[in-house]
């Protein structure tokens, strides 16, 4: 069974602070994604990471950055934040491939106060 | 723009009847075509897949229907049950966007009991 983890399931955070969402996949995926769900807009792609140290904007990138040092491990940034980044985060994982499913985390709620 | 769209919030239907929950897609490059199911606080799961080659594919109380020359699949949910209440997204895969699905809004299906 493939697990994709992240390291939070609920979070609460001041406007301004810097904040970390972590997420780690055991199923050696080459592709990792993180996602935003907000109500009537579906999930929209912030960042994606193809390997190592590799990464590509999704659809909304802004005031949001991404690291990955390890291919089991993808982190999302948010620089400083802010009270509309308060959002449900969704991590996953997909292999390369052109019909290949992904596989999501469980998800971080996140509150910026 | 919304490349991906479900047009119904929501639905309705009784335990035991049939539920259809529909997508439309405006990206004749999408060749592959997925629905997640999801829970509160939960993460998305893979539900069933469809790729451009067929119009059907089915999965126990799942089919999924594909018609090419309308943009339009819908899944097909018999007989549906009270836990199958929960958002449903259908999502797209194509040859322009590799790996990355593109998801519609979603729509919350309640099955009453």
């Known amino acids: 069974d493939v697990k994709v983890t992240q390291s939070s399931r609920y979070l609460v955070k001041r406007t301004g602070e810097k904040v970390f969402l972590e997420c780690v996949q055991d199923m050696d995926h080459e592709n990792m994604f993180w996602y935003r769900q907000d109500p009537g807009l579906g999930l929209r792609l912030i960042y994606f990471s193809y390997d190592v140290k590799m990464k590509e904007k999704g659809d909304i990138p802004e005031g949001y950055s991404v690291s990955r040092e390890k291919k089991e491990r993808f982190s999302l940034i948010l620089e400083s934040a802010s009270t509309n980044q308060t959002s449900m985060y969704l991590c996953a994982s997909s292999l390369v491939g052109r019909w290949t499913e992904a596989f999501f985390g469980q998800g971080t709620r996140l509150t910026v106060v | 723009d919304q490349q991906v769209k479900q047009n119904s919030p929501s639905l309705s239907v009784q335990e035991g009847r049939i539920s259809i929950l529909n997508c439309d897609y405006t990206?004749?490059?999408?060749?592959?075509f997925l629905w997640y199911k999801k829970y509160p606080a939960e993460g998305p799961t893979f539900l069933i897949s469809i790729s451009s080659i067929k119009d059907k594919n089915e999965d126990g109380r799942f089919t999924v229907f594909l018609n090419k020359s309308a943009k339009h699949l819908s899944l097909h949910i018999v007989p549906s049950q009270p836990g199958d209440s929960a958002v449903y997204f259908c999502?797209?895969?194509?040859?322009?966007?590799?790996?990355?699905?593109?998801f519609g809004e979603g729509t919350q299906l309640t099955v009453n009991p």
């Open positions: 990206n004749s490059m999408f060749d592959y």
């Open positions: 999502a797209a895969l194509g040859e322009t966007s590799g790996s990355r699905l593109t």
